[in-house]
């Protein structure tokens, strides 16, 4: 085994702002602890809540590192005691709470996964955080069923291009919203039925009329604000709608008398402060299903840039302004 390095190259947040606030700097490895291991990282996924961390929105949840970052792949270069299940050497993509940005990081052995068969590590890298979300909320929460009828809103966001694919691979019919016509082209070739226009369009009406007036079954929703309203409307009778984020405002007025009326289901999550046996959990339904899916190529994530670690600001500006599916950082230059 080769002797680790005292320190690393890290992206740190060096005060709240835009993306010109990631500043490359070095510090010490992170120490390993029970449980964990230390991956040499490879490839590195950035995630929007990264973009909120940034900003000073989104602290990282107690006994996580201050460094951005929420999923990596790479090579195991430690393991932590009682580590049974990986060895150094071994090839892993990890759901992480923090520190991604860096040349090595923490992983709870529970949070990670092997690479599908194939795949190298910028492909490996980009599935942790969209992947354990999207299952979570989707299946596990609002319980989609094959058959049943799905709507994502934001269908060209990482965890859009994620949702389109794996609600379409496990029979259900699948909607998407999105801001222009590329973008909903892309949701389209991504498995999307109807796609909607947001800016042009209203997709309640689209949808509806899509589904013959019956709604929508299950809507992940990273918008919220008059979406709430929008999503009630919208939604099928037992409808189940999950939250995961507030990109168009945390308030709203709804007509509430839909959800009696429905009986919906309105329900959210954050994934990141929960517990690593959750996460394990979530870990060992997606190796079950999902990793056969990615191996076999059937599902797949979209990479829309790989740059190297040291732009890491470059890759929040594109996050910000314009991107289909995921950008992934390398240490060492893309
Ligand atoms: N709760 C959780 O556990 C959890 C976990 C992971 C991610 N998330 C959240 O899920 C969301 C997606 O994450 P991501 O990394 O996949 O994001 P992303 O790739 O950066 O995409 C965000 C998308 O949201 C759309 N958007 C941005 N601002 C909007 C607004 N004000 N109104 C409507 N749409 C807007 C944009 O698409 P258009 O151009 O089409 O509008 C963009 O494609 C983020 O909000 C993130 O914080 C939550």
Known sequence: MTALPSDMLVIEISRPGGPEVLQPTRRPLPALSDGEVLIAVEAAGVNRPDALQRQGGYPPPPGASDIPGLEVAGRVAAIGAGVRQLAVG????????????????MAPAG??????????????????ETFFTV???????????????????????????????LARAFGARVFATAGSAEKCAACRQLGAEVAVNYREEDFVTVLKAATGGRGVDVILDMVGGDYVDRNYELAAVDGRIVQIAFLGGAKATANFGRLMQKRLVHTGSTLRPREAAFKAAIAASLHDKVWPLLSAGSVAPVIDRVLPLDRAAEAHAALETDHIGKIVLVPGGA
């Open 111 to 128: 949070s990670c996964l092997p690479w599908p068969e194939g795949y190298d590590a910028v492909r490996a890298a980009a599935l942790p």
């Open 90 to 105: 071994d090839r892993v993509t990890a759901l992480v709470a923090g520190g991604g940005y860096a040349e090595y990081c």
């Open 135 to 165: 299952w979570s909320n989707v299946f596990d929460r609002a319980r989609l069923q094959a058959g049943e009828s799905f709507l994502v809103h934001g269908g060209t966001s990482g965890i859009g291009t994620t949702a389109i694919q």
